[in-house]
Each structure stands twice: as C-alpha cells, then as structure tokens.
C-alpha cells in the first residue's frame, strides 16, 4: 500500500503548492504564470495515479513511461491554450509534481 500512500502525499502537497502558486500569480501580477503551475501541479500529481494503473495491468515500464509523459504534455498544453495559462508554467508544475512524488518516496523508503 506504499504506491497509495506515495499518490495520496503527492497529491496534497501538489495541491497545496499548487494554491499557493495560484494565490501568488494573481498577487504578483501573473495570473498567467500562477493559473499555469497550479494546473500542472494538479495534472502531474495525477501522474502517480496513472503508474499504479500501468503497474497494475502489468504494461512494461519504459513504454507506459513515455506514452503517460507524452499524454500529460500534450493535455497540459491543451489545458493551457484553454484557459489562458503559461503553456510553459502548466509543464514546469508537471516536473515540480514529479520531484514531490520523488520526495514522498524517499520519504517511504526511509520509513521502511
């Protein structure tokens, strides 16, 4: 149950980096920048969802790697286009939420 665990605590943190971004960018001005990072946050965080799925249907690795990674890049852009966020901020908070679920493993393993 570590994977669940790993989701969940990636999905808070992101969640909440994600609002203070958000909160951020309309203060400063940049609703752009902040409307964009709080997204990819939210549809990286996702992304820990999408690998307990591949890993439960047995799909190898590398290859649920790259098609999940294109699809999230291609949304995050859609997404941005959409609503008038920062394409590029939208794919930074993508990579920020991967290094939180980076950390939250870390995290379980010094745990075990």
Do not use: E
């Not at 999905?11 to 409307?35: E, N």
């Amino acid at each position: 149950m570590k994977g669940v665990r790993i989701a969940r605590d990636t999905l808070v943190v992101s969640v909440a980096f994600g609002l203070i971004a958000l909160v951020a960018g309309f203060v400063l001005g940049q609703r752009p920048i902040g409307l964009g990072m709080a997204l990819g946050l939210v549809l990286g965080a996702g992304n820990g969802q999408l690998i307990q799925q591949a890993i439960a249907r047995r799909v190898p690795f590398v290859v649920s790697s790259i098609v999940r990674m294109a699809a999230l890049s291609a949304i995050a852009i859609l997404i941005a286009f959409l609503v008038g966020a920062s394409p590029a901020a939208v794919l930074l908070g993508i990579g920020v939420a991967q290094v939180v679920m980076v950390g939250a493993a870390l995290r379980q393993g010094l745990k075990a």
